[in-house]
């Protein structure tokens, strides 16, 4: 069973640019999480989708957002990049419904630097 | 709102030795699940043990136990029998039970070390 895929792994922008980060869950999950990992900040939560739907925001500007296609496909934006904006942006599945055994299967990630 | 927060920001083990890892969160809730992940270096996240507040039987896997204690709303790691394998970022991190948006809150993580 493939795992959670993140694309692109490493990405460099400059800052006023926008981004699109894509994530395909494991084969089954509708539910898909974002989080975003800074060393200062730690792992924070951005947003969950579930069957296309947004179930859950966290703290963060609009200028993040994300959306869920129909094959549980997920993507976030990142728009009007700042410098604080470089971290790793970490993508999570699991099945989203059920027993909340509340494991989440993550990807590898995908690194971001603002310049 | 709840928070994590984990005291140890490194800790270092001779490998065959134990270490505990330490985590103290803060909810008002009484339904919860609390979690140990595991970041190696460049790789990707995974779960280590699993623990749901209603049980009060500390969970095991293997070489991997919690000392759970929901009064004290303290939940520690323990690992035996350390190996080169285990040397990681560890998340302690926490659920709301009756939460399906997954908004896990995760602690600041403590990298260990194992020395050969």
């Known amino acids: 069973k493939a795992g959670v895929t993140q694309t692109p792994r490493y990405l460099i922008k400059t800052r006023g640019q926008q981004v699109t980060l894509s994530c395909s869950p494991i084969?089954?999950?509708?539910?898909v999480s974002w989080y975003q990992q800074t060393p200062g900040q730690g792992l924070q939560f951005l947003f969950e989708?579930?069957?296309?739907?947004?179930?859950n925001k966290g703290n963060f500007p609009g200028r993040f957002s994300g959306r869920q296609f129909s094959n549980s496909r997920s993507e976030m934006n990142v728009s009007t990049l700042e410098l604080g904006d470089s971290a790793l942006y970490l993508c999570?599945?699991?099945?989203?419904?059920?027993?909340?055994?509340?494991?989440?299967?993550f990807g590898e990630g995908s690194r971001l630097t603002v310049l | 709102a709840q928070t994590v927060t984990q005291s140890q920001p490194e800790m270092s083990v001779q490998e065959a030795e134990t270490v505990t890892l330490s985590c103290t969160y803060d909810?008002?809730?009484?339904?919860?699940?609390l979690f140990w992940y595991k970041q190696p270096p460049s790789r990707q996240m995974i779960l280590v043990i699993r623990?749901?507040?209603?049980?009060?039987q500390n969970a095991t896997e293997n070489r991997f136990s919690v000392n759970f204690q929901k009064a004290a709303k303290s939940f520690s790691l323990k690992i035996s029998d350390s190996q080169l394998g285990d040397a990681a970022m560890y998340f302690c991190?926490?659920?709301?039970?009756?939460?399906?948006?997954?908004?896990?809150?995760f602690g600041p993580g403590t990298r260990l070390s194992v020395l050969p």
């Open positions: 991190a926490y659920i709301k039970g009756d939460n399906y948006g997954q908004n896990f809150v």
């Open positions: 999570a599945s699991s099945p989203g419904t059920g027993v909340h055994t509340g494991e989440l299967f």
């Open positions: 623990q749901e507040a209603y049980k009060q």
């Open positions: 989708y579930f069957s296309e739907t947004q179930r």
């Open positions: 909810t008002s809730e009484s339904d919860y699940y």
């Open positions: 084969s089954g999950h509708r539910s």
